[in-house]
């Protein structure tokens, strides 16, 4: 499976952004797909999680209460909303997908297919 995010840009604090994560070449059925951020200097952290088939969803404290996953099987896409967006936010963030336990979906190690990354940044 091929994974293409998108919907990065360059916005305000306070602001909002709905990242995407479209796959081709294969479905997300039977994997839990996350999004991962990186840093300047920093190393790639976990954001959020769902599971495909039963929706479930997990979220780094950082980005609890301002960000949600969702998805959308009929477009094969997942969507990360980002609400009240903080200049710490700022980062390229990827989608990924796993087959792992719910208990290391953190862990960038155990996701197995990456999309390209999509630029954010928020200024404050």
């Known amino acids: 499976v091929q994974l293409q995010a998108s919907g990065g840009g360059l916005v305000q604090a306070g602001a909002s952004l709905r990242l995407s994560c479209a796959a081709s070449?294969?479905?997300?059925?039977?994997?839990?797909v996350g999004w991962f951020r990186q840093a300047p200097g920093k190393e790639r952290e976990f954001v959020s999680a769902?599971?495909?088939?039963?929706?479930?969803?997990r979220y780094a404290d950082s980005v609890k209460g301002r960000f949600t996953i969702s998805k959308d099987t009929a477009l094969n896409t997942v969507y990360l909303q980002m609400n009240t967006l903080k200049p710490d936010d700022t980062a390229v963030y990827y989608c990924?997908?796993?087959?792992?336990?719910?208990?290391?979906?953190?862990?960038?190690?155990?996701?197995?297919?990456w999309g390209q990354g999509t630029q954010v940044t928020v200024s404050s």
């Open positions: 990924a997908v796993t087959r792992t336990i719910w208990s290391a979906l953190h862990d960038s190690q155990h996701y197995t297919h």
């Open positions: 070449g294969g479905t997300f059925t039977n994997y839990r």
């Open positions: 769902i599971t495909w088939g039963g929706g479930s969803t």
